[in-house]
């Protein structure tokens, strides 16, 4: 069961390495930068586990080749039945181990242990798509509190009849990217909306996007480079809707990129929520250019928003959803709905293991 020479020389490299951090931890000058010191003990807590298993590997190979050597030196059936017992067992443990090597070795999401940006927007249907753009806001808000974690609207423009044109939050707490991460794209449903007076099931659409939080040192952006605008806000509200020029446009002159953000009553809270909006949307455009043109990849995530175009589709009549990433079809709606998000979560994270490991070297 020796380990592949590729796999042998990179688990050398990486046992290397950690020494290293382990050195850094030590040190004064990193102790003193608080910024190398996070950077630092990122990476040693990413690689611990794998060096972890890889020593506990090795002490397994190690034991497997004296239970091997008391086999052959038993002298009666009693000792061999029990090295022969102790051998089947060693094995098996150090199989389920190197699986869980392989699984550890997989390439690691830069965007792990970040907080969550997420932008809700009614697609096609009308007002029915807004109001369904509230319903997965809502679900989203429901699986945070089941999760323990904290959700900060960041911006919103709610539609006439209680929806949302669209919605910006931020999602705060441990693991929330790496769950939340596969909610991205369009997200369709089919059922009789409010506003149909004969009873027919409508199918409209909403879009989710899905960004990390960036902190100003991933994402430094030049103050030149932003044109600031001021305004009104506009839509229900407080006392100050309307009266004071408390909401704030951001247009990021270089990209294009424009956050208009109005729900706080302070200009400078707006204009503190819009720029984390715009440091996720450039950190994603920076990610995005490592592996696709920027504007093909938002097209893959979010699409059109039209109906034929779907990551997941909401059927009220049958109590269904479907993921149609991976085929999953569960008749629990109304749970789903309500925050219960694990099956789906897990089954795509699943799926995405098992194609990284398919592609991974033999």
Known sequence: MEQPDYQQQRLSELQAEYTILLEQLLDPTVLADPNKLREVSKRQKQLEPIIVTYESIRQSMADLEVAKEMLSESTNIAEREFARRELEQIQIDLEEKENELKLLMLPVDPNDGKNVVMEIRG????EEANLFAKDL?????????RMGWKIELLGSSPSDLGGYNEVTFIVKGKDCWSKLKYEAGPHRVQRVP????QGRVHTSSATVAVLAEADEIEVQIDPADIKVDVFRSTGPGGQSVNTTDSAVRLTHIPTG???????EKSQLQNRIKAMTVLRARLLKQEQDKLIADQSQQRRSQLGGGGRSEKVRTYNFPQNRVTDHRIGLSLHKLDKILMGDLDEIVGALAADEKARQLSTSKP
Do not use: H, L, P
């Open 257 to 263: 990129i424009v956050i208009s953000i109005q729900d």
């Open 123 to 126: 697609a096609e249907g009308g």
């Open 137 to 145: 806001f809502d679900m989203y808000c429901r699986y945070a509190e």
């Open 194 to 197: 409010i506003t149909e007076s």
